[in-house]
């Protein structure tokens, strides 16, 4: 393997992780405050990708960061209103987490099936937002689109991290995270913090919906199909761990891509899952430890 | 006096039952429904004679295959109104009782079990994806039931040892024709000496396409040079795209879906690769409005000439259009459920008894150039798959436009 070779695929690596990393953290997020895997958030990242198509589609291609916005404030929106229908009752009653697991999954196929029977299973291509598809530094080629991503995706998760531990907000949310009852004996309004939660997963998912959707094509099963990357790098990071699952996504990507050019690409799900079981037996906890150990 | 009272009442109540009964069989209603879509218009012949056949049609009306699968439900249904309204199949109507398979071999063996234990149909028009229809590839011989589809895997048609499953039948070139087809075309008409293969070892559609194709290269005097794969769950395939263009082959064969080989294709591309892409039928239209960036040097497999005036399948798919107005773009997957049923209306037509399982079975076997919007089709009794059929091989123009460049014929048996 050549050195621009090697590069190269770092840096594909890093891009497919970060686009991982969004989607383990709108896990982690979630995790965190209520100690269940959302899998409705796969609903939610393909509702927006839709959504910003026919957004785009609608207004006859407005500035890309405009589409971005909406698909946000509607995956704001959408998991409010999964949140409402969803998990709220659950929340109230006290009921067991196995209520907010088969829920999730209950949104999650839902979701995916209202978009299958308004728009059938035709994929949907955003407009190109370059003229030309890639560049070339230093004789190695990058995709523009790819580097776009990384770094949309590597400012949000800055952003999002500087919240959390930086803001008043944050610091309600972990903790909330910790203990919620505690925490309302400290005056946090739990309950509030939980929507706002759920709000910037939704977020998130806004966003990453509209970059999927750009990579990849909008389709019903979009967000759903890149679940399980999300979940493995979310439980290698730490369950509820945002930090955590930031750096597993990375290191998966990186992983992933250099497993398959030297092993082949049949060998990289036993690499991965292999290295999930691992992580699982020998550090439960995952990459980042503390916090999830106070969950546990 | 009260034995002629018996007598009369037990009249009256057999009258009553076939009336009855009668009454049921006319019934319309909805595709997809326990009610026939095709319900008989007039009165023919005898009794016997107004007995409808009874034609299952399972296609993926919903699920991941559904763009596919409804024009294909379109058209056995364009096909089955066309032979009821030129008076049956010799004065039988035919009654269609459609079920949706959903892409999912679970939803298609409940579907065929309904069609074939509660509807009593005679005989089945199958879905164009081959796990659905390998489900019940054994089960139709003990049914009956004689089934034509295009379930293009040959593992659908033949077993392991060539020996056929007498009741399935298909109506297009299956899947080792079609990739000979597009190699010999690379081979001979592209000039081209080396080749690599980037497919889904996942999906039994690209693998069925992959290996004939590196088969048919290794023996004609090309060489595969590279052979690189995925699966369902990679979400990227940039690392095999930088092996492939790394090794730099002359041609590059993509074998999946439309939305992995979309992926596949740009980011061969963006791994510096400027050679030939070649692709199955999945690389039709849309295919260019999902690719990010420019479209060069792309060669793709047709089963039709969908664009030219004239055909009997451009014909056809203006009737689509007409009845599907939102429809952007033709789709020959009508032309696929067109085909079967007037296959299966050829034996029928020629049977004693169409309704008769074994009898349609033995006369499809004996289908002889029988005219569909594809072409004529003539089943091999040997292998029941069409022979002498040939592959359109497309381009896309400048402006995205499909061009047919070339018409090729490949036997399946050209390496043996």
């Known amino acids: ?296 | 006096m009260k034995k002629v009272l018996a007598l009369l009442l037990a009249v009256v109540m057999v009258i009553g039952v076939l009336a009855g009964c009668g009454g049921q069989a006319n019934t319309g209603g909805q595709t997809g429904t326990d009610q026939p879509s095709q319900a008989p218009s007039q009165s023919q012949g005898t009794q016997k004679d107004l007995e409808p056949i009874k034609l299952g049609n399972i296609q993926d009306l919903t699920g991941s295959a559904s763009e596919a699968g409804v024009a294909n439900a379109w058209g056995v249904e364009y096909a089955v109104k066309m032979i009821n309204s030129q008076g049956g199949i010799n004065g039988r109507m035919i009654e269609l009782y459609t079920e949706d398979c959903k892409n999912d071999a679970t939803e298609a063996l409940n579907a065929y079990r309904k069609l074939v234990d509660e509807i009593g149909i005679h005989a089945l028009i199958g879905p164009p994806l081959s796990n659905s229809a390998a489900t019940w590839k054994e089960l139709v011989e003990e049914d009956q039931i004689p089934c034509v589809g295009h379930f293009m895997d040959e593992s659908c048609t033949t077993d392991e040892n060539g020996n056929v499953y007498k009741y399935m039948f298909l109506a297009e070139p299956g899947c080792i024709q079609q990739s000979y087809s597009i190699a010999k075309f690379a081979l001979e008409k592209l000039g081209i000496k080396t080749a690599g293969v980037l497919y889904n070892t996942a999906n039994a559609f690209a693998v069925a396409h992959a290996k004939p194709f590196m088969d048919y290269i290794n023996a004609k005097g090309g060489k595969i040079v590279v052979e690189e794969t995925f699966s369902w769950s990679d979400a990227d395939y940039s690392a095999q795209a930088a092996k492939v263009a790394a090794a730099n082959p002359d041609a590059v064969f993509l074998s999946d879906y439309a939305a992995q080989a979309k992926l596949c294709y740009q980011q061969l591309r963006e791994a510096g690769y400027k050679g030939i892409i070649l692709g199955a039928n999945t690389l039709a239209l849309p295919f260019p409005t999902l690719v990010d960036g420019e479209i060069y040097d792309l060669y793709f497999l047709q089963n039709v000439d969908m664009f030219s005036e004239g055909t009997d399948c451009y014909d056809l798919l203006q009737a689509f259009f007409k009845e599907n107005p939102d429809s952007t773009y033709p789709k020959v997957n009508a032309c696929f459920g067109y085909d079967a049923v007037m296959v299966m209306a050829d034996a029928m037509r020629r049977a004693k008894d169409p309704t008769d399982g074994a009898e349609v079975q033995a006369l499809l076997e004996q289908t002889k150039d029988v005219p569909t919007s594809s072409g004529p089709i003539t089943i091999d009794p040997k292998t029941h798959r069409p022979v002498g059929m040939p592959m359109y091989i497309a381009t896309y123009d400048e402006n995205n436009n499909v061009k047919i460049v070339d018409k090729i014929f490949v036997s399946e048996d050209a390496l043996k």
């Open chain 1, 1 to 296: 393997m050549t050195g621009k070779l090697f590069i190269q695929l770092l840096v594909n690596g890093i891009s497919i992780g970060a686009v991982y990393a969004l989607i383990a953290v709108g896990f982690a997020l979630v995790f965190s405050v209520l100690k269940f895997s959302n899998f409705s958030f796969g609903g939610t990242i393909s509702a927006c990708a839709f959504i910003g198509f026919f957004f785009q589609k609608a207004f006859n291609q407005p500035p890309y960061w405009i589409t971005v916005l909406v698909s946000s404030v509607a995956g704001v929106l959408i998991a409010l209103t999964v949140d409402l229908l969803g998990f709220n009752r659950i929340r109230k009653k006290n009921s067991p987490k196995i209520y907010y697991f088969l829920s999730s999954v209950v949104f999650a196929i839902m979701i995916e099936q209202i978009l299958t029977v308004f728009y059938g299973t035709q994929m949907y291509a955003f407009p190109s937002i370059f003229a030309t598809t890639t560049l070339q530094i230093g004789g190695i080629t990058f995709s523009k689109l790819d580097m776009t991503i990384l770094a949309i995706a590597i400012s949000l998760l800055v952003i999002l991290i500087i919240i959390i531990d930086k803001t008043k907000l944050g610091l309600a949310i972990r903790a909330v995270a910790i203990n919620s009852n505690t925490s309302r004996l400290m005056g946090i309004n739990s309950s509030v913090i939980i929507v706002l939660t759920f709000a910037i997963a939704g977020f998130l998912g806004g966003i990453t919906g509209v970059m999927l959707g750009q990579k990849y094509s909008v389709y019903a099963s979009l967000g759903p199909s890149m679940m399980l990357k999300g979940f493995i790098a979310s439980v290698i990071g730490g369950l509820g761990s945002l930090g955590g699952a930031i750096v597993a996504a990375i290191l998966l990507g990186v992983v992933e891509i250099f497993a398959t050019f030297v092993f082949g690409a049949e060998i990289v799900p036993i690499v991965l899952f292999g290295i999930m079981l691992i992580f699982l037996l020998v550090r439960p906890q995952g990459i980042a430890g503390r916090i999830a150990e106070e969950k546990a």
